[in-house]
């Protein structure tokens, strides 16, 4: 008796047993008792199988999200490691963070928005560090 399901039906084969009059009052309470507990443990049997096949598809899910992320970021490196040259590194005043920014886009503005604390980073020519 493993299951749910199996252990009432062992109660249900049981209370059949004892041969109780489903006309008295208790026997109908008992007979109700047993048909709830098969229909919950029938219910738990089949979110039980649900949630093995959402188990299932979500980390395929998450393999693909992998095999995504590393072809994506492959990518992005090769398509920028040869621009490195024009990035500057800087580092965020209020999260830390290291952001590395186009040169261009520094001598147009004195004034970003870090990527990771979103928060405004002023410019100022002592921050900007040598090139990447």
Known sequence: MHSIISKVSYLKGLVDGLKIDKNTNDGKVIIEIVDVLKSIAE??????????????????MNKDLADLQDNLYD???EAYKDEGENFTEIQCPNCNDTVYVDKDILERRKELTCPNCHNNIYIKDDDVK???
Do not use: G, H, L, T
């Open 43 to 60: 219910e738990i049997e089949n979110i039980s199988e649900d949630q093995k096949d959402m188990r299932a598809y979500i980390d395929c």
């Open 75 to 77: 990518d992005d490196y």
């Open 130 to 132: 040598d090139e990447v």
